[in-house]
């Protein structure tokens, strides 16, 4: 016997014949409807003569993507195409993951404001993206970035920030590092956090209060603030020369409006998500703390806030998995996503299924990696909720 | 807990055996083809562009409209004896290959390049038109030649189109580079390069007139500067259907044939009645061409009555009495310098 | 965050609070200035734009040459080719007919009172009626194949057929997902989670592209309806993980009153477990359906001629200046108006629900 879950309806009858009957014919039905499957696609595959083979993976694609977050050239194989084409996705997806978060945040704690005038333009925008097809805001504000930005000089829109049919030009800050070490530099920060967290725990677990956590991030703090300010590093202004745009970050029009308009539509989302979950929290949970005698830092950081996460995470991370799917929408405004990049391959290739079977598992296999991951994080904060 | 193992275990099996048996009854392959299949079904179901004037773009009644969709209507009325009897189905660059392998449309007429790697994919069947990439850009850049363009940006279609490797090609032989952006059509490349986003705009040629003719606020404003890379542009369908081939071969050599023999839509009535001997044949008077092909005897006559020939449907579609204008270049008789010519229908 | 946002106001008087909250605090004074003055930079070049420097008539492209506001003159002159595509002209009188039949019963079903069993018949007949006259093909009325179909309808159709049909095969799937049939079990939770992990645009160019390939022709649906079939199938999916929330959330003692009083399994869901649970997660279950409605746009990418595609094709006249703005707000318009109201009636029912409890 296994054992019983929450609400699990009582299994009385699940020894009887009716049982065997009702899931032997599911099955035989699944199993039957996937044997004509595989049935006719091998006749259609050997009639129309569609050779079947991953071979062509490690051919020259010949072609080329624009914007990509990896180098890419046309003397590159498919397969490094693919790959191309998922990080250009998952770069997407991220930074729409991330802006989203921060602005849908805000937004959530705007429409409980107590200023109306705040309240009322959170609502307005939440109820706006959440009536209008994502696919809609993206093309509208592809029109849009047409019709307004200038088509020949570009147009300071904001301090540091240019801006022209052409694209969008941000202030860069580089450090003076290659990709490489930049990334190193990066993974040896989150390990020292990690380590320092760890220790952190150890310490409290033992009864000790240990500042771990604050000396590691004092010193990764000092660390690149030291490299931002090292020479050959700093921001780097993006300027207008003539017609054309020099320096700073540049980002084409297509990649703009994907991540602005898809973190729009999803801060909307996570804005209804973190309404829901601060009105989760019972005003008398505040009013303990205080009875407690605890601050208002304090109230927020240990009573509220893990009650909190509670009802944000699992509701987060179904809203970033749908980021990822909807980062395909992306393909309606030109920005070279995995779809875009696979439409391609399949139509060079002519490997209809393959391409099928790779988009397939690629979205599947994104997909678990991240609700994972995310999994993990929600049983950490269910738990600390619950200790 | 042992009798519920046990019971899972029938039950597999059971549903395994159904499952064996069932999909034994599955229909055999009956007979193969797309013939059969569209006579079945009483029409043609053809692949067409998502909006171009003068190829292929339904009209504000919602009648399809242009060359590359009246070939098509040819085949419905060789096959089916009336031009009425097709479907048109939308597709994009990435869509339009897939769409012939897996059957969803019998015939494939939309600006397709011929070429190797696609053939051994699909199956082309013969060229319908002869073409070739065109850069535009607005005159007020004051290009000449592709050199002039160095540096520039341009919008064109992604999926591997033609005219991608058309401008990689330009690139190397003229040392420049362009910037690329990429659409998912050739619609919103061209509403990007229209609205100021690119510099130039790259695509087929005959495509690229009509929408520089048909789109363009001030059509004057832009330049067109043909390239002299060849595309032929053909219509295609699955491998392995000699009978779809044979409809479709010699219902495009039909459309050639008449015009350079002076069988027109409006003359085919007299031609049949008093043309030539050999005229005569083609347009039914052989009970043996229709035989030879499995056609009924006067599909040939039937193709020119509803469609009219290769010069009518260019006419119609792209000629000077429309808005596009297109000169025929390549694809004038060969009598005049072009590229088109028939095969003989006899010794 | 400040204590002030995170908590729900105080009870005060209407008036005092909109005073205080608006300039109560030193925060909600540079508050209220800030967006004060956000709007108005906003919403003064978009109501010049939409309002005051806009044309609406005469419909034609020549009232919109030195315009600098919108011009609603195209959406005006173009309206009929948006909302309806390329369907025939002289038989427009169609779709404009299955479109006010399909808005008219959503309208009417909506309402609580219209529950009653005759409701499912109703649409049952409904459904196929509006099909068949979409395609026509009998009494003299000209046959129209669904490649010809546009606009509105198809967004219509698309959206009642995929969510009405998802439904009830949600039911079954959740329930399936927590049966304690194992082989019942693990094909819906395979069927639920694979379809969970595609994003919407993968499964319809699957359903377009690659279907023909896997299927014999007998069973092979056109286009149009491979496009139906996969929104069904996606919204199935959620809806059905919607669904389990409820279920989950059933108290056991529902199971064992119900089995005490002799119910079978079937009648036990049916009339006791499936309406609370659904009754539980009518919000949830509202988003995940104004989100499928919102998804019927997808099938522009796969080449079906929705509102947004013949809005499109109507911008490529060169007569007028390609107003490109005016006619994707026009259709948002219409899917807002769509998923709004929507989730309007749905809150109203929540409330009359909560009342009635």
Redesign the interface.
């Known amino acids: 016997?296994t054992a019983p879950t929450?609400?699990?309806?009582?299994?009385a009858?699940?020894?009887s014949r009716g049982?065997?009957a009702?899931?032997?014919?599911?099955?035989?039905l699944?199993?039957?409807a996937?044997?004509?499957?595989a049935?006719?696609?091998a006749?259609?595959?050997q009639?129309?003569?569609?050779p079947v083979g991953f071979e062509f993976l490690n051919d020259r694609s010949?072609?080329?993507?624009?914007d990509t977050v990896i180098p890419f050239v046309?003397d590159h194989s498919y397969l490094r195409a693919i790959l191309v084409a998922i990080a250009n996705t998952l770069f997407l997806s991220a930074l729409v993951c991330i802006a989203a978060t921060v602005l849908g945040a805000a937004l959530g704690?705007?429409r409980?404001?107590?200023?109306?005038?705040?309240a009322a333009?959170a609502a307005i925008w939440v109820?706006?993206v959440?009536?209008?097809?994502?696919?809609?805001?993206l093309?509208?504000l592809y029109?849009?970035w047409?019709?307004v930005m200038p088509?020949e000089a570009p147009r300071e829109v904001a301090p540091g920030v240019l801006a022209s049919?052409?694209g969008l030009a941000v202030p860069k800050l580089s450090l003076g590092l290659p990709p490489l070490a930049l990334l190193a530099a990066v993974a040896l920060s989150a390990g020292l956090y990690l380590t320092a967290s760890l220790a952190a725990r150890r310490a409290a677990r033992a009864g000790r209060r240990a500042p771990y956590r604050s000396a590691a991030l004092a010193a990764i703090g000092v660390a690149w603030l030291g490299a931002a300010l090292a020479p050959g590093a700093g921001f780097e202004l993006p300027l207008v020369e003539g017609d054309k745009i020099v320096g700073g970050a540049r980002l084409?029009?297509?990649f703009a409006t994907a991540l602005f308009g898809l973190t729009v539509y999803t801060a909307g989302f996570v804005a209804e998500i973190v309404r829901s979950g601060?009105?989760s929290v019972p005003?008398g949970q505040?009013e303990a703390g205080r009875a407690l005698g605890l601050r208002?830092r304090q109230i927020?950081r240990l009573v509220?806030a893990p009650q909190m996460l509670r009802v944000i995470i699992p509701p987060m991370t179904s809203q970033y998995i749908n980021t990822?799917?909807?980062s395909?929408?992306a393909?309606?405004v030109?920005y070279?996503e995995f779809?875009?990049v696979m439409?391609?391959v399949?139509?060079?290739t002519?490997h209809?299924?393959e391409g099928?079977l790779i988009?397939?598992l690629v979205?599947?296999a994104i997909?678990?990696a991240l609700s994972g991951v995310l999994n993990l994080y929600n049983r950490k904060v269910q738990l600390v909720g619950r200790a | 807990m042992d009798s519920r193992a046990a019971r899972l275990r029938v039950a597999t099996a059971l549903a395994g055996l159904a499952a064996i048996l069932l999909a034994g009854c599955a229909p055999p392959p009956k007979e193969r083809g797309a013939v059969p299949r569209m006579v079945g079904r009483d029409y043609v179901t053809c692949g067409a562009s998502q909006g171009i004037t003068g190829l292929s773009r339904p009209d504000e009644k919602g009648v399809w409209r242009g060359f590359d969709v009246d070939v098509c209507r040819a085949f419905a009325a060789a096959l089916l004896g009336d031009a009425k009897k097709i479907r048109f189905i939308p597709l994009n660059a990435a869509q339009r290959l897939p769409a012939v392998q897996t059957g969803e449309i019998d015939v494939l007429s939309r600006t397709t390049t011929v070429t190797f790697t696609r053939d051994m994919a699909i199956r082309f069947v013969a060229v319908t038109q002869f073409d070739t990439d065109v850069l535009i850009f607005r005159r007020a850049l004051g290009a000449a030649t592709p050199k002039d363009l160095d540096g520039r940006t341009v919008c064109l279609q992604s999926g591997g189109s033609s005219a991608d490797n058309t401008l990689t090609r330009v690139e190397t032989d003229e040392k420049i580079h362009f910037e690329r952006v990429y659409f998912d059509s050739t619609i919103t490349a061209r509403d990007a390069y229209f609205s100021g986003r690119c510099d130039v705009y790259v695509t087929d040629g005959f495509l690229g007139a009509s929408q520089v003719a048909t789109v363009a606020r001030n059509p004057a404003e832009h330049t067109l500067l043909y390239l002299d890379h060849l595309l032929p542009q053909g219509v295609a369908i699955s491998r392995g259907d000699d009978r779809w081939f044979d409809v479709v071969r010699w219902t495009v050599n039909l459309l050639i044939w008449a015009e350079q023999n002076g069988v027109t839509q409006a003359n085919v009535d007299e031609q049949r009645r008093s043309g030539p001997a050999d005229v005569r044949r083609v347009l039914g008077g052989d009970p043996a061409f229709g035989r030879a092909i499995g056609l009924d005897a006067d599909w040939a006559y039937q193709v020119i009555k509803q469609v009219g020939n290769y010069g009518d449907i260019w006419d119609r579609n792209l000629g000077p009495a429309t808005r596009i204008k297109a000169d025929r270049r390549l694809n004038k008789p060969y009598k005049e310098g072009g590229l088109q010519f028939p095969f003989p229908w006899d010794v | 965050m400040t204590d002030a946002a995170v908590l729900p106001p105080r009870p005060a008087a209407r008036s005092t609070r909109l005073v205080r909250g608006l300039f109560g605090s030193p925060l909600n004074v540079l508050l209220t200035l800030l967006v004060a003055w956000a709007v108005w930079s906003l919403a003064a070049p978009l109501l010049r734009w939409a309002v005051f420097d806009a044309v609406v008539l005469p419909a034609n492209p020549a009232a919109c040459r030195d315009v600098s506001g919108a011009c609603w003159s195209f959406v005006a002159a173009k309206s009929g080719q948006i909302l309806f595509g390329i369907y025939p002209i002289e038989e427009r009188w169609r779709p404009m007919l299955v479109c006010a039949v399909l808005l008219a019963l959503l309208g009417w079903s909506l309402r609580p009172a219209a529950w009653r069993p005759s409701l499912a018949i109703v649409w049952v007949v409904a459904l196929p009626g509006v099909l068949m006259l979409m395609f026509g093909g009998f009494g003299g009325l000209s046959f129209v194949a669904t490649t010809m179909w546009g606009g509105l309808p198809v967004t219509l159709i698309l959206t009642v057929t995929a969510i009405g049909g998802a439904f009830p095969l949600a039911m079954l799937l959740a329930l399936g997902r927590r049966s304690w049939l194992p082989a019942i079990r693990t094909l819906c939770v395979l069927f639920i989670e694979l379809t969970r992990a595609l994003p919407l645009l993968s499964i319809l160019f699957i359903a377009s592209i690659m279907l023909p390939l896997l299927l014999p022709e007998a069973l092979l649906p056109d286009k149009f309806f491979r496009a139906l079939i996969a929104l069904l199938l996606f919204a199935a999916a959620y809806l059905a993980e919607v669904i389990r929330g409820g279920l989950q959330a059933m108290p056991r003692g529902q199971y064992e009153a119900a089995e005490a009083l002799g119910l079978g399994y079937w009648r036990t869901q049916r009339h006791v477990i499936l309406p609370q649970a659904i009754a539980i997660v009518i919000p949830s279950l509202t988003s995940t359906i104004i989100v499928m409605i919102k998804n019927t746009s997808l099938v522009m990418v796969v080449g079906l001629f929705d509102l947004i595609s013949s809005g499109r094709a109507a911008l490529a006249d060169p007569e007028w200046s390609s107003p490109a703005l005016e006619t994707y707000a026009f259709i948002a318009a219409i899917y807002f108006a769509l998923c709004f109201g929507f989730g309007r009636f749905a809150q109203a029912l929540e409330s009359r629900s909560k009342d009635s409890s």
Do not use: C, D, H
Not at chain 1, 62 to 66: M, P, Q, T
């Open positions: 016997m929450a609400a699990a309806p009582p299994r009858q699940s020894a049982a065997i009702i899931q032997s014919g599911a099955l035989a699944v199993a039957a996937l044997a004509l499957v049935v006719t696609t006749s259609n595959l009639l129309r003569g569609i010949g072609f080329k993507i624009a046309p704690v705007a409980l404001s107590t200023n109306p005038l705040v333009l109820e706006a959440r009536n209008t097809p994502p696919l809609l805001l093309i509208f029109a849009f047409g019709q088509a049919i052409r084409t029009p297509e601060i009105q005003r505040w208002e927020l509220v990822v799917k909807n395909t929408l393909i309606a030109g070279s779809m875009t439409g391609t399949i139509n060079r002519n209809a299924i099928t988009i397939v979205y599947t997909n678990l």
